[in-house]
């Protein structure tokens, strides 16, 4: 059975530090998406990587993926508060279905 | 242009009650998915459509789910009998095509039954 891990499921920081959080599957995929989603709202669409070795970066974000080792990152540069949410990382296993990790709430604190 | 669009955004169900939600996916996206979110937990799938056809039902938790999508536009999901572990947030999705195409997710349908 295919298994989507986030670490850590928790994670408060301070504003200005970096953080990585981590996003391990259990078999082949193609195709890792990373989602930010808000309390009490739906789930954006931050990035998709589509290879191995991928990297690709928005504002203080940036998401890489290492097909082989079956490990995605997604790394936070300088946080500031209003990235605080939670973010999950999905992987495609079969042309869309996604199977979404548990999530990991990030809190920027001042 | 206008996202995903579901209805209605909050549904409160007596349990053994019929419900059914609604998806107005992204104009011209071939693809719509619909998936379950408990509280705390991330997205599970539930069901697939491409165009009209059902693709893929294998997250469907019991006979008392149905989804359709008549005419390749519009879904709906159907949960008969409502229990109370049926209590979550309904999400759909829809992309441009099957493969290689990110998924836009509406606001979702947060369903409790008392």
């Known amino acids: 059975e295919l298994k989507v891990e986030q670490n850590p499921l928790f994670l408060s920081m301070q504003e200005g530090k970096n953080y990585t959080i981590y996003c391990n599957y259990s078999?082949?995929?193609?195709?890792l998406y990373w989602y930010r989603q808000d309390p009490g709202k739906s789930l954006e669409s931050l990035f998709v990587?589509?290879?191995?070795?991928a990297v690709k970066q928005e504002g203080r974000l940036m998401a890489s993926l290492d097909t082989k080792a079956r490990l995605s990152t997604l790394h936070i540069t300088a946080a500031v508060h209003d990235l605080s949410a939670t973010y999950f990382c999905?992987?495609?296993?079969?042309?869309?279905?996604?199977?979404f990790g548990q999530g990991t709430e990030l809190s920027v604190k001042p | 242009g206008a996202g995903v669009s579901q209805s209605p955004r909050y549904k409160v169900a007596k349990r053994g009650q019929d419900v059914a939600l609604r998806c107005d996916p992204i104009?011209?996206?071939?693809?719509l998915f619909w998936y379950q979110q408990a509280l705390g937990q991330g997205p599970e799938f539930l069901t697939y459509?491409?165009?009209?056809?059902?693709?893929?039902k294998s997250g469907l938790p019991s006979d008392r789910f149905f989804a359709e999508r008549p005419e390749g536009s519009v879904s709906t999901l159907k949960i008969q009998r409502t229990q109370q572990e049926d209590s979550a947030v309904y999400l759909c999705?829809?992309?441009?095509?099957?493969?290689?195409?990110?998924?836009?997710f509406g606001p979702g349908t947060r369903l409790l039954v008392l």
């Open positions: 999705a829809s992309s441009l095509a099957l493969s290689q195409e990110t998924q836009y």
């Open positions: 078999t082949t995929s193609d195709r």
């Open positions: 990587l589509l290879s191995n070795g």
């Open positions: 999905a992987v495609d296993i079969r042309g869309g279905k996604l199977i």
């Open positions: 104009s011209g996206h071939v693809s």
């Open positions: 459509f491409q165009n009209e056809a059902q693709l893929d």
